[in-house]
């Protein structure tokens, strides 16, 4: 069975940092490119970075360029997404999710950011 | 940036009606285009991709089709599990710019 879990979200104030995982298990991980979508509350989708499958690629939103970082452990089956420089509107659920060719066929559960003072 | 529209933005019908959702692009995308299905609470579901190839395990009675800017997701018999938020997604561009539209919530009418 297929799962991706995502954890590491919370609270954080305006300026803050938060650095969100994503395990994945049942599937040949360092074989596929991975993403991270986030979905503001009662909002749409946003695809927010990805990353090759030897971490030697990487792609972002113009939004979070500078601030935000992806990277991956092909030996931990995890990806990350390391946010710096957090914004009331980086404020969402984010999911990690595999990339098959440019779209995304497995999703983890998500998380949630808040950012706030 | 590619600005992907759909509509309508609400679609009311009755279980075992076809429902019909659109999905435009600003500029052409080819076929570059896939579907979502999410329930409330819950990660989206990929449906389809390449524009009408469904992905594992969804049903026969989801289908897509069109290609450059114009695109649609026909749901042929609607059962209960199927009102939701459906989205569309290009995969066009290189660099990655992937961009959805802003769904179409599918309701009971």
């Known amino acids: 069975e297929v799962q991706l879990v995502d954890s590491g979200g919370g609270l954080v104030q305006p300026g803050g940092s938060l650095r969100l995982s994503c395990v994945v298990s049942g599937l040949s991980f360092s074989s596929y490119w991975m993403t991270w979508v986030r979905q503001a509350p009662g909002k749409g989708l946003e695809w927010v970075a990805n990353i090759k499958q030897d971490g030697n690629e990487k792609w972002y939103v113009d939004s979070v360029k500078g601030r935000f970082t992806i990277s991956r452990d092909n030996a931990k089956n995890s990806v990350y997404l390391q946010m710096n420089s957090l914004r009331v509107e980086d404020t969402a659920v984010y999911y990690c999710a595999r990339q098959e060719w440019r779209y995304f066929d497995y999703w983890g559960q998500g998380t949630l950011v808040t950012v706030s003072s | ?109």
Not at chain 2, 1 to 10: F, L
Not at chain 2, 56 to 85: K, N, W
Not at chain 2, 90 to 108: S, V
């Open chain 2, 1 to 109: 940036e590619i600005v992907m529209t759909q509509s309508p933005a609400t679609l009311s019908v009755s279980p075992g009606e076809r429902a019909t959702l659109s999905c435009r692009a600003s500029q052409s995308i080819r076929s570059d285009l896939a579907w979502y299905q999410q329930k409330p609470g819950q990660a989206p579901r990929l449906l389809i991709y390449a524009a009408s190839t469904r992905a594992t395990d969804i049903p026969a009675r989801f289908s897509g089709s069109g290609s450059g800017t114009e695109f649609t997701l026909t749901i042929s018999s609607l059962q209960s599990e199927d009102f939701a938020v459906y989205y569309c997604q290009q995969y066009n561009k290189w660099p990655p710019r992937y961009t959805f539209g802003q769904g179409t919530k599918l309701e009971i009418k």
